[in-house]
DNA sequence: ATTCCACAGGAAACAGTGGTCC
DNA sequence: GGACCACTGTTTCCTGTGGAAT
């Protein structure tokens, strides 16, 4: 009898591969014509068209859902622009950076500025003012007489930090032209948040909002389209039934039209039946697959939380659908049992609600006369995933 | 009609870290 | 080596609130 690995791995060498190309099967990957976005691109190429001209072109807002395209839509454009004007020997530079990423008005600052090629020397990571920052950043530019295009994703995360540290950065950003000498800068947002420019000052709105493009979600249809292209180049022919491909773009269509998800679905759902060796992508691996991907998300936003949060979640799990009082003393008694320092009660009010935003616990806000407001939270996931996955923590695993 | 509970959640201040600049 | 800076995670202090109880 042979051993059970090796009839596993024996079996998985002789069975045939349904993804030819699993690159394809990534949102990030462009193909040219896949987008099914020919009146935003051409409405984004418009609107920078004065580069070629030699002279800059207005601030640009670009607005849609995530998996809309945007950012690829984009990026891609402005390449295009960049392979022409420099046989015309009028440099640009492009510099993107995604304000999500970067946790800090100053990080974002100097990863723009290493991009543009200042170095560490030049930019330290850290200790300098701002304004000191932002002025070394634009002499640059004007020092090498650079046409650049600043790029920043999810702009409206830029904004919050911007108002959290009372500098008007993004003021300075727009008008930043009339500071250069010999060189121009070119200011395109990209935000999800269709309604972010409501929080900003009227001064920005004026400047940076001088031309506006959105991206409309996609409909099933639309996704439909996209995942056949894509199926067509990265599977086999004939592996991904009908059934599930229609499950597919009506999944990620009840979100708000996210191509990324439909892709991820589908890619998913393709490896998961490899690995049964089937022969063909059905309904039941692309249900898999949803569910799959949602335990991975929860899992992994479960893992990333810091000692007293994840004390804060056994605590809701040990006395669910409790209010925060109850929560609260449930925490304290935990802290006791780890033997680490409770946190005030106004942090932990915190916490709940930047859990909350998480999706992993709900709060509701009841009115109990008398005896005073309060705000309930239960899971939403299972314990047993809170429990499996907190099983790990060293710290965690006697109150577990 | 008034009182009063049990918090929610905003604002500000603070301590500590890790850095620059002169 | 002291003044200064950004930033995080926290504490302290505070005002506001809907409805049961009186």
Not at 157 to 178: C, P, S
Not at 197 to 211: A, H, Y
Not at 251 to 267: Q, T, Y
């Amino acid at each position: 009898m042979s051993d059970p690995i090796d009839r596993l791995l024996d079996a998985a060498e002789s069975g045939k591969s349904i993804i030819r190309n699993r690159n394809i099967l990534h949102f990030t990957y462009i193909p040219d014509t896949i987008l099914h976005r020919n009146s935003e691109q051409e409405q984004v190429t418009q609107s920078l068209i004065p580069i070629l001209k030699q002279s800059h072109p207005s601030n640009l807002l670009v607005y849609g859902k995530p998996g809309t395209g945007k950012t690829l839509v984009v990026k891609k454009i402005i390449s295009k622009i960049q392979e022409r004007v420099e046989k015309s020997n009028f440099p640009i530079r492009l510099v993107y950076s995604n304000s999500k990423e970067e946790t800090t008005l100053y990080g974002l600052l100097v990863s723009i500025g290493r991009q543009l090629g200042l170095k560490k020397e030049e930019l330290p990571t850290t200790g300098l003012a701002i304004s000191e920052v932002f002025k070394r950043i634009l002499e640059k530019i004007d020092q090498n007489e650079l046409n650049v295009i600043f790029v920043i994703d999810e702009i409206d995360y830029l904004a919050q930090l911007v108002t959290k540290t009372g500098k008007d950065i993004l003021y300075q950003l727009t008008r930043a032209n009339e500071r250069l000498k010999n060189s121009s800068l070119t200011l395109v947002g990209i935000s999800n948040d269709l309604t972010f420019k409501e929080k900003l000052d009227p001064r920005v709105i004026s400047s940076l909002g001088e031309e506006e493009i959105v991206f409309t979600n996609y409909n099933v249809d639309q996704l439909k389209k996209i995942l056949e292209e894509r199926i067509n180049e990265a599977f086999m022919q004939g592996s991904v039934e009908e059934p599930a491909l229609n499950l597919c773009a009506a999944l990620a269509g009840g979100e708000h039209g996210d191509a990324r998800r439909a892709i991820d679905l589908i890619r998913v759902a393709g490896e998961l039946a490899e690995r049964q060796q089937s022969d063909t992508v059905t309904e039941a691996h692309v249900r898999e697959a949803s569910q799959k991907i949602e335990e991975n998300k929860e899992e992994a936003s479960l893992k990333s939380y810091p000692l007293h949060e994840k004390l804060v979640i056994l605590a809701i799990m040990k006395a669910n659908g409790s209010s925060t009082g109850e929560i609260y003393t449930s925490y304290k008694n935990l802290c006791k049992v780890v033997g680490r320092d409770g946190l005030t009660q106004r942090r932990i009010t915190q916490m709940l609600s930047e859990i909350e935003l998480s999706g992993i616990i709900n709060g509701r806000l009841v009115h109990q006369g008398i005896h005073g407001r309060t705000k309930k939270y239960r899971l939403t996931i299972s314990t047993e995933m809170v429990k499996k996955t907190f099983k790990d923590d060293l710290t965690l695993q006697d109150v577990v």
